[in-house]
């Protein structure tokens, strides 16, 4: 059984004034046309599809009843397919947002959402100055509707790819089946969720000597690590470098997109590519690294402010 998915590499820098975040809207919904058109049953945004600034101001955050995602659930019915991307949602604290990541099925009905657990404070960024951070122990893992099939999916955002866990954290703790033992508890006999097929990761992975290689080897690592296929939706144009990707269970870079140090172009590419559920079933039987595990995630308190 095979089932196309796209990646998509746009650039939502159109500012965070309601004609920008018009615009980056509209750009979301051509791109999840043209996916579909190309035959995807799985299309996934980028990190801020709904608009992104180098600095993120509040006016970026738009409610749940806001016309980004109703846009969203209209285009998703109406080509019947399962959308993800990254969204900027306000918090009850006037001032603060979340970097929340939703998964809208094909009949327009939300199907999961999962809020950015690692803010990126590094290289001079600041997320933490607009962003709370999510709660590691929430991680999300769902199957979603591909017509004939479906897929297992986990979502991870961006930074969360420098921190092996969070994708181990997929294995672990999704479906509230396996909650681990504090230190010095013991663990309970848990049987562990299935695994995820595809592990969906939006991206506004910032630029910088050597970051397209950094993005590409972590990438590549968390492929490789969970035996799953990878769908990379990367933000190109100034300060992003690009290089959306899919990679197989075996670390194959299966389609990928420009990617640049200094700002990928900020031309929409739709990246298709499938995903091919015997040959996930092979590599496992031949690498059972997921059975063979001795170590399980344990998720840290949630982070404060």
């Known amino acids: 059984m095979r089932v196309r998915l796209a990646v998509v590499q746009l650039s939502a820098d159109h500012g965070a004034e309601p004609a920008g975040r018009a615009a980056a809207r509209a750009e979301a919904v051509r791109a999840v046309r043209e996916a579909a058109a190309e035959g995807a049953r799985l299309v996934v ?3 801020y599809a709904s608009g992104w600034e180098a600095r993120l101001v509040p006016a970026l955050a738009e409610p749940d ?5 109703a846009a969203l659930r ?7 397919v ?3 991307a990254g969204v900027v949602l306000p918090t009850a604290q006037e001032g603060r947002a979340l970097n929340v990541t939703v998964v809208v099925g094909p009949d327009g009905a939300e199907l999961g959402r999962y809020a950015k657990v ?4 590094a290289f001079g960024a600041r ?6 951070a999510g709660d590691p122990a929430r991680p999300l893992v769902l199957d979603v509707p591909c017509r004939d099939a479906s897929l297992r999916l986990g979502v991870v955002t961006c930074y969360d790819l420098r921190f092996p866990e969070s994708v181990r954290a997929l294995l672990d703790l999704a479906d509230g089946a396996a909650t681990p033992a504090r230190a010095g508890q013991a663990a309970a006999a848990i049987e562990p969720p299935r695994p995820p097929d ?3 990761v939006g991206a506004a992975w910032a630029s910088g000597p050597g970051k397209v290689e950094q993005l590409s080897v972590l990438t590549r690592a968390r492929a490789i690590e969970t035996t799953a296929y990878l769908a990379l939706a990367s933000q190109g144009g100034h300060g992003r470098v690009g290089a959306s990707a899919v990679v197989d269970p075996t670390g194959a870079v299966l389609v990928s997109a420009v990617g640049e140090d200094d700002g990928a172009p900020s031309d929409t590419h739709v990246l298709t590519a499938d995903v091919d559920l015997a040959q996930l079933r092979a590599v496992r039987e031949r690498v059972p690294v997921l059975a063979h595990r001795r170590y399980r995630v344990v998720p840290a308190e949630r982070a404060t402010d």
């Open 65 to 69: 009843d806001g016309p980004f995602l």
């Open 74 to 80: 209209e285009v998703a019915t109406a080509c019947g």
């Open 127 to 132: 997320e933490s100055d607009l962003l709370d």
């Open 45 to 47: 945004l980028p990190e």
């Open 82 to 84: 399962t959308v993800v």
């Open 118 to 121: 690692h803010r990126y404070d």
């Open 198 to 200: 595809v592990v969906a």
